[in-house]
């Protein structure tokens, strides 16, 4: 069914997103169950494109993350510090395209995201980088020499662009995470995350949808969900409300 209502949106292509990749960017984050994915694409394709990657419309995403043998930048989030860092290799599966990224986010609620093309999708030890390296000195908070990696997940996406190109929505289904250093995993099952991507405050058709189903704002980093999730041995009293909420919704 969902692919069926995929087909009946006008695509847009990779090449035409490049002027929309909203590097620097407001974020709004929502959680709901899955079944709300129809309904919401129903109401969506009269002013939404869906994005085309190689004839796909759900792509696969594969993300590592990096961190210190501290989780000093997990810490950072549960802690509250509004300007913090994430750093990560994001692997695109259907364009065989991988980079690395650093990705901040300040006190005013902006995103910036910095990122260079890599060959690897992950790694082992932070020392396969190389070069590398010399991008994550500069542009990280952190020593890369610091950094190992701590978790990875697995997703589908769903990307929408609105017929403006003035905001980019995100749909993720089918999460999974694994966790390097308890070996834990976590599957979300019947969980979807949505994410709104503007470039400033403005009106947003999506933003409407979700309100008339109800859908509720709710921040969410897979980053920390999932060492929440996977490692029970981290401090988590920022993310207890959201763990019960992503609990319920786990079929």
Same mark, same amino acid.
């Given at each position: 069914?969902?692919? *069926? /209502?995929?087909?009946?949106?006008?695509?847009?292509?990779?090449? &035409?997103?490049?002027?929309?990749?909203?590097?620097?960017?407001?974020?709004?984050?929502?959680?709901?169950?899955?079944?709300?994915?129809?309904?919401?694409?129903?109401?969506?394709?009269?002013?939404?494109?869906?994005?085309?990657?190689?004839?796909?419309?759900?792509?696969?995403?594969?993300?590592? $993350?990096?961190?210190? #043998?501290? @989780?000093?930048?997990?810490?950072?989030?549960?802690?509250?510090?509004?300007?913090?860092?994430?750093?990560?290799?994001?692997? $695109?599966?259907?364009?065989? /395209?991988?980079? @690395?990224?650093?990705?901040?986010?300040?006190?005013?609620?902006?995103?910036?995201?910095?990122?260079? #093309?890599?060959?690897?999708?992950?790694?082992?030890?932070? &020392?396969?980088?190389? *070069?590398? !390296?010399?991008? @994550?000195? !500069?542009?990280?908070?952190?020593?890369?020499?610091?950094?190992? #990696?701590? %978790?990875?997940?697995?997703?589908?996406?769903?990307?929408?662009?609105?017929?403006?190109?003035? &905001?980019?929505?995100?749909?993720?289904?089918?999460?999974?995470?694994?966790?390097?250093?308890?070996?834990?995993? !976590?599957?979300?099952?019947?969980?979807?995350?949505? &994410? %709104?991507?503007?470039?400033?405050?403005?009106?947003?058709?999506?933003?409407?949808?979700?309100?008339? %189903?109800?859908?509720?704002?709710?921040?969410?980093?897979?980053?920390?969900?999932?060492?929440?999730?996977?490692? #029970?041995?981290?401090? $988590?009293?920022?993310?207890?409300?959201?763990?019960? @909420?992503?609990?319920?919704?786990?079929?």
């Amino acid at each position: 069914m969902i692919n *069926d /209502l995929l087909n009946t949106m006008n695509p847009i292509t990779l090449d &035409e997103m490049h002027g929309i990749r909203l590097m620097d960017r407001i974020d709004s984050k929502f959680v709901a169950s899955v079944s709300f994915l129809p309904r919401i694409l129903e109401e969506a394709t009269p002013c939404f494109r869906v994005q085309m990657v190689n004839d796909f419309k759900i792509s696969r995403y594969c993300t590592q $993350y990096l961190d210190t #043998p501290d @989780l000093d930048m997990f810490t950072m989030h549960q802690n509250g510090k509004l300007n913090r860092q994430k750093i990560r290799i994001r692997s $695109y599966m259907e364009s065989n /395209l991988s980079f @690395l990224e650093v990705k901040n986010k300040n006190n005013r609620s902006r995103t910036k995201k910095i990122r260079i #093309p890599i060959s690897h999708t992950h790694v082992n030890s932070v &020392e396969e980088l190389m *070069d590398e !390296k010399r991008f @994550l000195n !500069k542009n990280s908070l952190f020593n890369a020499g610091d950094l190992r #990696p701590v %978790l990875a997940n697995d997703f589908k996406r769903i990307t929408l662009v609105n017929n403006r190109k003035t &905001e980019r929505v995100t749909i993720d289904i089918d999460l999974s995470f694994h966790n390097y250093v308890s070996g834990g995993q !976590k599957d979300l099952g019947d969980v979807m995350i949505i &994410e %709104l991507k503007q470039d400033g405050w403005q009106h947003s058709d999506f933003r409407d949808i979700l309100m008339q %189903l109800r859908i509720k704002k709710m921040s969410f980093s897979k980053y920390c969900m999932g060492t929440v999730l996977t490692n #029970p041995n981290v401090k $988590y009293n920022r993310f207890k409300r959201r763990c019960t @909420l992503i609990n319920k919704l786990i079929k």
